[in-house]
């Protein structure tokens, strides 16, 4: 079986995710870890036993890469993906895929040019309760998602942001709730509804953060191309870490879920539940909560995908999806709050 050479870059808390999950798989070598921060990728790169580096160029002309993990601000993330795609590696990327949806498109276009597989991380949709969700939207039991809702009351306060370099900035985080808190169950709901979106509207505030400029609280609604509607709130001012919540109301029943549980009510008085179970590949410890558990079956269906076992799950192409409403959501916003 083929082993393919990866390197992950970018050693910050979210790259543990990725490099226990690459370890843990026989088919895949870990040769290489890569950040700025060269202190930073050393103890890194002596905690897996690999080689470090502080440059990604570097990097890339001195390994033979089948492929790299990007795990960097978010306005690095296509630079150093179409930077990849020229060395001819195969690139899976942390969300979001850009700050920009027209610097996404691009890369998606490179990729396509090179053939190379192009993956963009969102691992809750892996969670066992979006799976069942999904799967029962698919065969008909739940039937057409006619409403949605959203919900994200979580916890960023001033300390969080001025201990980051990039976080709450628009140049390089490329917003605030939305775009690093809220896009996972905003992406969640879109793929429930499954249709394109035909109008957003957004008020975006920033309602009690003095370090940061961006926004800290959002709200609007999303109409589609079927007739469904996805209201959404979010705010980061809350005092805890609140799970989220996505309501479905669909033709044959109501869905109620979170990042680790589900319950749907069918129209005919029967119920289904489901918790979310961990993966197999790898038993991950620490990190936040809502990371969830399920980084490793995305890890795996990439590589999987680079044999040709399976379909690549979220595709670049498939992530632009969701890259377009974040987007969208800034661009009309009807608020003071404005990306420079």
């Not at 001819?88 to 949806?101: A, F, H, W």
């Not at 006619?146 to 916890?155: G, I, N, P, V």
């Not at 961006?214 to 005092?239: T, W």
């Amino acid at each position: 079986m083929k082993k393919f050479k990866a390197a992950v870059i970018g050693c910050g808390k979210i790259s543990e995710r990725h490099l226990d999950a690459i370890v843990a798989l026989d088919t895949v070598d870990l040769v290489a870890v890569c950040d700025v921060k060269a202190d930073r990728a050393q103890k890194t790169a002596e905690k897996y036993s690999v080689k470090a580096y502080s440059d990604y160029i570097e990097l890339f002309e001195s390994e033979q890469l089948d492929a790299v993990h990007i795990c960097l601000p978010h306005y690095l993330h296509t630079v150093v993906a179409q930077k990849a795609f020229c060395y001819g590696i195969n690139v899976l990327c942390e969300k979001p895929m850009s700050i920009k949806y027209e610097d996404a498109v691009k890369t998606v276009e490179a990729a396509k040019a090179k053939e190379l597989q192009y993956g963009v991380i969102f691992q809750c949709r892996y969670n066992t309760p979006s799976q069942l969700v999904k799967s029962r939207i698919i065969d008909g039991r739940l039937g057409k998602v006619l409403c949605a809702r959203t919900t994200l009351t979580w916890s960023r306060s001033d300390d969080y942001y001025s201990e980051s370099d990039w976080k709450g900035t628009w140049d390089k985080e490329g917003g605030g709730v939305i775009i690093d808190q809220a896009i996972h169950s905003l992406d969640l709901a879109n793929w429930f509804i499954g249709s394109t979106p035909t109008e957003i509207q957004s008020s975006l505030h920033n309602r009690n953060h003095k370090i940061m400029v961006v926004e800290d609280s959002a709200e609007g609604l999303i109409k589609y191309e079927n007739g469904a509607l996805l209201s959404f709130f979010a705010m980061n001012n809350y005092f805890i870490n609140e799970p989220i919540e996505i309501r479905l109301y669909c033709e044959n029943g109501t869905a109620k879920l979170s990042y680790t549980e589900a319950e749907i009510a069918y129209n005919d008085g029967s119920k289904e539940t489901e918790t979310n179970k961990p993966q197999k590949i790898v038993s991950y410890q620490g990190g936040k909560e809502y990371w969830g558990l399920q980084h490793a079956v995305q890890i795996d269906n990439f590589y999987k995908a680079l044999l040709g076992a399976e379909e690549l799950g979220i595709s670049g192409e498939e992530a632009l999806k969701i890259q377009k409403i974040v987007c969208s959501i800034y661009e009309n916003n009807d608020c003071e709050i404005k990306p420079n």
